[in-house]
Nanobody
Framework: QVQLVESGGGLVQAGDSLRLSCAAS????????MGWFRQAPGKEREFVAA????????YYADSMKGRFTISKSNAKNTLYLQMNSLKPEDTAVYYC????????????????????WGQGTQVTVSS
């Protein structure tokens, strides 16, 4: 069973930056996609970004393009999310997730297609 542990969340002011990390405990580790999702209170879980683990393809939700950057270290089995110019509406619990096999078109943005999830890390952006 793959375990994912997120870190790097916290309380910041609008305009600040944060870098989230997601470390996988399993070796070898070779998901098809790794992704970041977020869930704000009272809202559905929302796709943020995804990356091909054995490749360089990256994918972003339109509202995050230009502000958020997803990256990885295959050697460290770690996924990252660099978040810049944070806004109060970015406040949410951020989850990393892994997808073992890409069954469907654009499965990278579909939460049900992901097989394992981290526990989440809280990001709070004050105005």
């Amino acid at each position: 069973q793959v375990q994912l542990v997120e870190s790097g969340g916290g309380l910041v002011q609008a305009g600040d930056s944060l870098r989230l990390s997601c470390a996988a405990s399993t070796r070898p580790f070779s998901p098809y996609y790794m992704g970041w999702f977020r869930q704000a209170p009272g809202k559905e879980r929302e796709f943020v970004a995804a990356i091909r683990w054995l490749g360089d393809n990256t994918y972003y939700a339109d509202s995050m393009k230009g502000r958020f950057t997803i990256s990885k270290s295959n050697a460290k089995n770690t996924l990252y999310l660099q978040m810049n110019s944070l806004k109060p509406e970015d406040t949410a619990v951020y989850y990393c997730a892994g997808q073992t096999t890409a069954w469907g078109f654009s499965s990278w943005k579909s939460a049900p297609e992901y097989d394992y999830w981290g526990q989440g890390t809280q990001v709070t952006v004050s105005s």
